[in-house]
């Protein structure tokens, strides 16, 4: 990010934990991001239970153990990085996945970039731009250009 330009992000469960679990190298770029103090990563406390719930699974646990991790040191690195929020109203466009519809509805309050690699979102991608949400398997600056000058 340049330009002291704010952002904020909503990020899926599915993208939290290539971040935080799998350290997926596409995800550096987001690290990177989430270490400016002027990014802010809204989530609701029922996001974050998703996460808890999610890191039991155990092709999860699997990768946790491989790495020395735990699950509260993945929730502890959410905790630190994400702003909690209320849940949001509900958006003017439904997603077809009910679980993914509170990053959508999320998303449309704050007018934020939604990074998600769940079909269901990313096929939602235009419709959502109208409401000035970018939508994103990633963080990419190129891909929130369009939101930074119309918010």
């Known amino acids: 990010m340049s330009g002291g330009a704010s952002v904020t992000l909503v990020i ?4 939290v934990l290539d971040l935080f ?3 997926d190298p596409a995800t550096l770029p987001l690290g990177e991001l989430l270490a400016d103090p002027q990014t802010r990563w809204l989530a609701t406390p029922v996001m974050r239970e998703e996460l808890r719930r999610v890191l039991a699974y155990p092709q999860v646990v699997k990768r946790l153990l491989a790495r020395s991790q735990t699950a509260e040191a993945v929730l502890a690195a959410f905790d630190a990085r994400a702003l909690l929020a209320d849940i949001a ?3 003017p466009y ?3 996945d009910a679980d ?3 990053f959508i509805d999320l998303a449309v309050a704050h007018t934020a970039v939604l990074l998600s690699k ?3 979102v990313l096929c ?5 731009a109208r ?3 970018s939508v994103s398997r990633q963080w990419a600056p190129a891909a929130i250009q369009s939101t930074e000058t119309t918010s």
């Open 12 to 15: 899926d469960t599915n993208v």
């Open 21 to 23: 679990v799998y350290e």
């Open 89 to 91: 109203t509900k958006a």
């Open 94 to 96: 439904v997603c077809k």
């Open 100 to 102: 993914d519809q509170q």
């Open 118 to 120: 769940d079909k269901a």
């Open 124 to 128: 939602m991608a235009k419709r959502l």
């Open 131 to 133: 409401l000035g949400v």
